[in-house]
């Protein structure tokens, strides 16, 4: 069975930085053979997709939307069945709760764009809070 785990969310003060992890088990063959998403939810807001990885074979990509490039930094470590997102200048319009996904290779994540309902798998989300 796909589970997929994150941990790593917190309370931080602007400006600062948070790396979220996201431990899979289950995943056939191999989690590096699935698309990665990274999602999150403020309070009263919908929920929006803020950055993919592709497959972690041959020519991978990853996407991330405005408001977060050049601060957050999608990443795998395939030894460890593990992704993470590194989250640096973190605003207080960064608090939310934030999720992980997993889409089946060429689903999810494009280039490009997310497309937050080919994401099969969602993790139970990690609460991080950007307050001083």
């Known amino acids: 069975q796909e589970q997929l785990v994150e941990s790593g969310g917190g309370l931080v003060q602007p400006g600062g930085s948070l790396r979220l992890s996201c431990t899979a088990s289950g995943f056939a063959p191999d989690l590096v053979y699935w698309a990665i998403g990274w999602f999150r939810q403020a309070p009263g807001k919908e929920r929006e997709g803020i950055a993919c990885?592709?497959?972690?074979?041959?020519?991978?990509?990853?996407y991330y939307v405005d408001s977060v490039k050049g601060r957050f930094t999608a990443s795998r470590d395939n030894a460890k069945d593990r992704v993470s997102l590194k989250m640096d200048n973190l605003k207080p319009e960064g608090t939310a709760v934030y999720y992980c996904t997993a889409a089946a290779a060429g689903y999810g994540c494009h280039a490009g764009r997310l497309s937050p309902g080919e994401f099969e798998y969602w993790g139970q989300g990690t609460q991080v809070t950007v307050s001083s």
């Open positions: 990885m592709s497959i972690g074979v041959g020519r991978g990509f990853s």
